[in-house]
């Protein structure tokens, strides 16, 4: 199934998609980064995957920087957009335009701390588990039908970094396991569930 990756940085899910890309029948076309310094654009450059930066800076409006966007995406003609760690607030338009088919990946136990600085949120708050969630993306932030979660136990030793380090493991393997239920078409979104065979998740 053809796909498109977006980024804002490191990329480490990216490269985990890639390293699992022929098991889960995923063809991603390009790579698309709103920051010319992301390291995830080296990562796909390294996988020979084509490659864009699109700088939201540029854009006198959220809308006229998703429109450039979508004009990027659907070149390629996907059938899958994968956000991963994609670091903008997306338009209510460019969301309903890529409705059931748009992934994100949240570093926190949806519908517990959506937005920014999750593990250190967690930690203050004196959370005892925490992890990670994948939704489909709707235009409500971080609030799209939960597809899947996993989670970690916290230790009171935990930083902000190691928690990060914890909760990425678990975003390698769920990330990839996730996209490949989509691209064997047993994940659909209706309505404003998620389904896996023909089941609410
Ligand atoms: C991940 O924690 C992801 O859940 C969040 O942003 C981070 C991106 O990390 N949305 P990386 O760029 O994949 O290493």
Redesign the pocket.
Known sequence: MNGIVL????????QSIIDHSTAIDLDIKAVISNHSSAY?LKRAEHANIPTHTLSHKQFSSREKFDQALSNIINQYNPEIIIL??F?RILSAKFTHQYSGKML????SLLPKFPGLNTHQRVIESKERQHG?SIHFVTEQLDRGPIIAQASVDICDTDTTESL?ER??LE?HKLFPKVIHWFTQGRLKLKGNHAMLDGKVL
């Open positions: 980024i804002s940085g490191n990329g480490s899910n990216l995830g991963a760690g670091m994100n990946i949240h570093p990670v990060t909760v990425l975003e």
